[in-house]
């Protein structure tokens, strides 16, 4: 369906965009034009650093979404970011970990929400970061700076949950 509305998508990221956009064909649309794989690639790269996250990579990502006019890449990001926590909530729930949207997803899946435990923190988190992000952006603070915070609060929800 995506393909004869006119989405250019390669045979093989078909399986990642259906997981993205959760088998909706307009949400795979507006994924495609900002570079929405690429984007939640680089995040899954990112967060497969945890919970000693590489800095620079974060950096980098926040960075991504915080250029001049990009107001819709931020967005795109904190989607991804929002999507990436369901899917850890969702898999620690179930104990299984959902088909792979970019390549290590699955093992930083099951590493980070085993069980179900695990999950309702993360369910948690998402909500927290979700609220902090649209407060923040209504009131014009930096993008990149509250990219880099939704990571470092990841990163600091990952730490405490592999003391465990």
Do not use: C, H
């Not at 995040?43 to 000693?52: A, D």
């Not at 179900?116 to 902090?132: C, E, F, K, T």
């Not at 952006?137 to 915070?149: E, G, I, K, S, T």
């Amino acid at each position: 369906a995506l393909t004869q509305a006119g989405g250019n998508v390669a045979p093989e990221d078909r399986v990642a965009l259906a997981e993205l956009a959760g088998g909706s064909v307009g949400a795979a649309f507006g994924m495609i034009k900002p570079g929405g794989l690429e984007l939640y690639t680089a995040l899954i790269r990112t967060l497969s650093t945890l919970p000693r996250l590489d800095r620079p990579m974060a950096l980098a990502l926040a960075d991504q979404g915080a250029k001049k006019g990009a107001e819709a890449q931020f967005g795109l990001i904190v989607s991804l970011i929002d999507l990436f926590l369901s899917r850890l909530a969702r898999a620690g729930t179930l104990n299984m970990a959902p088909p792979e949207a970019a390549r290590s997803e699955a093992a930083l899946i099951e590493r980070l929400a085993p069980n179900p435990q695990s999950a309702r923190i993360w369910a948690d988190l998402a909500q927290v970061l979700g609220n902090r992000a649209r407060r923040g952006r209504a009131v014009n603070l930096d993008p990149a700076a509250l990219l880099m915070d939704m990571v470092l609060k990841i990163d600091e929800v990952a730490g405490t949950l592999a003391q465990r």
